[in-house]
């Protein structure tokens, strides 16, 4: 069995494939299959996004896909984030360094560092569709304390509750009971592994 993780930021496929890896499939990616169209991320909410992006993926390459829409939600500035998270601010092109300190500045005079990351992980296969969500609280840090990841800065400005440590620094278990995104993929790997019990 393939399966297309369908994504073009590297660290969102390695942290995808780090929790589906228990499955037994081959995953590939969109470079993988010679896809380079891209979806335009339209919708009311993150399910709403991923699911839209699973089906398009779907219908361009024939396999089972999956995909996700994410981003965070922070109390002190609610509405200016969320779907548009890696759009706002800096904007879609600045490099993660750019958004980063763009952001960081906007939230310096906030006394409030509280903020939710939610992640909705979609899986389309003909015409089964399944969305499941994935959510984690915690707060932004006062400044960056572990060094940028490819394509998900704010893993290294944000603490999640329980934790004394941002994303990036915790270790490969702790994150897959902490992150958003392994908190949906997980409910997807569950899902997949009731629908093919025999893999």
């Known amino acids: 069995m393939k399966i297309l993780i369908a994504t073009t930021n590297r660290g969102k496929f390695k942290g995808i494939l780090e929790t589906l890896q228990t499955f037994d ?13 891209d979806f335009e991320e339209v919708g009311e909410s993150f399910a ?10 779907h219908g361009l390459s024939g396999l089972p896909t999956v995909a996700d829409d994410s981003g965070i939600i922070v109390d002190a500035i609610a509405g200016e984030l969320g779907l548009k998270t890696r759009r706002w601010g800096a904007g879609a092109s ?25 992640c909705a992980a979609a899986y389309v296969s003909g015409n089964l569709e399944q969305v499941f969500e994935g959510r984690t609280r ?39 009971d902490a992150s958003h995104r392994a908190k949906g993929f997980c409910q997807l790997l569950n899902f997949l592994k009731q629908a093919n019990p025999h893999q």
């Open 94 to 118: 600045a490099s993660d360094e750019e958004w980063l300190r763009f952001f960081m500045e906007r939230m310096e005079s906030e006394s409030n560092r509280a903020a939710e990351f939610v």
């Open 25 to 37: 499939a081959e995953f590939v990616s969109l470079e993988d299959v010679g896809i380079t169209a």
């Open 48 to 57: 709403e996004i991923a699911l839209g992006k699973a089906r398009f993926y």
């Open 138 to 176: 915690g707060v932004i840090t006062a400044e960056a304390e572990a060094p940028l990841y490819a394509g998900i800065p704010l893993s290294s400005v944000f603490k999640p509750e329980g934790y004394d440590r941002v994303y990036m620094a915790l270790s490969t278990e702790e994150k897959q």
